[in-house]
T-cell receptor, first 113, second 109 residues
Framework: IAGITQAPTSQILAAGRRMTLRCTQD?????MYWYRQDLGLGLRLIHY???????GKGEVPDGYSVSRANTDDFPLTLASAVPSQTSVYFC????????????FGEGSRLTVL | GQNIDQPTEMTATEGAIVQINCTYQ??????LFWYQQHAGEAPTFLSY??LDGLEEKGRFSSFLSRSKGYSYLLLKELQMKDSASYLC??????????WGAGTKLIIKP
């Protein structure tokens, strides 16, 4: 089934540890995004990529890094996790960058202790 | 700054009609989107408005007034499965999506 796959679904992590959230899409979409969703707040963009080989910073990029080596994969790395990074992380894609019709993965629930 | 306002929570009765409002103040406007998000699940696209007026799609309709910075999502013949959060988002002048915090809709039998 075409779509976006995220892994892991949930993870508990000790502060200071490194963590990579994986995201893969098979829709051949050019643009991919990482959002975090926290209670009472709207989705906040962490990083995005409009095409393979390019990435950009979103609203809340500090403490996170991404890479886009190919069209399908867009991993998000927390170099040294902190408790404020406890959140639900959604990966999304769209056919082109700068459009609003996004397709979301099922989310990764991350708890940093 | 950029801002999108929606009610935090609404309650409605099965079979009834409910209107969820969204007001926005953004730097530029390139379209307004509504998404549905069931608890514990991913958001899914519902509708897109870029011109003033009403867009109807089955039981759901979305309205836009650009001069007023206002949109609403209208849900008719409510079903229990419509219990979800409804997210309003605006594409600004830089083609970045600005998201509201969402409206949690509770449907009662």
């Amino acid at each position: 089934i075409a779509g976006i796959t995220q892994a892991p679904t949930s993870q508990i992590l000790a502060a200071g540890r490194r963590m990579t959230l994986r995201c893969t899409q098979d829709m051949r979409h050019n643009a991919m995004y990482w959002y975090r969703q926290d209670l009472g707040l709207g989705l906040r963009l962490i990083h995005y990529s409009n095409t393979a080989g390019t990435t950009g910073k979103g609203e809340v990029p500090d403490g996170y890094s991404v890479s886009r080596a190919n069209t399908d994969d867009f991993p998000l790395t927390l170099a040294s996790a902190v408790p404020s990074q406890t959140s639900v992380y959604f990966c999304a894609s769209s056919l082109q960058g700068g459009t609003g019709e996004l397709f979301f993965g099922e989310g990764s629930r991350l708890t940093v202790l | 700054g950029q801002n999108i306002d929606q009610p935090t929570e609404m309650t409605a009765t099965e079979g009834a009609i409910v209107q969820i409002n969204c007001t926005y103040q953004t730097s530029g406007f390139n379209g307004l989107f509504w998404y549905q998000q069931h608890a514990g699940e991913a958001p899914t696209f519902l509708s897109y408005n870029v011109l003033d007026g009403l867009e109807e799609k089955g039981r759901f309709s979305s309205f836009l007034s650009r001069s007023k910075g206002y949109s609403y999502l209208l849900l008719k013949e409510l079903q229990m499965k419509d219990s979800a959060s409804y997210l309003c988002a605006v594409l600004d002048s830089n083609y970045q999506l600005i998201w509201g915090a969402g409206t949690k809709l509770i449907i009662k039998p």
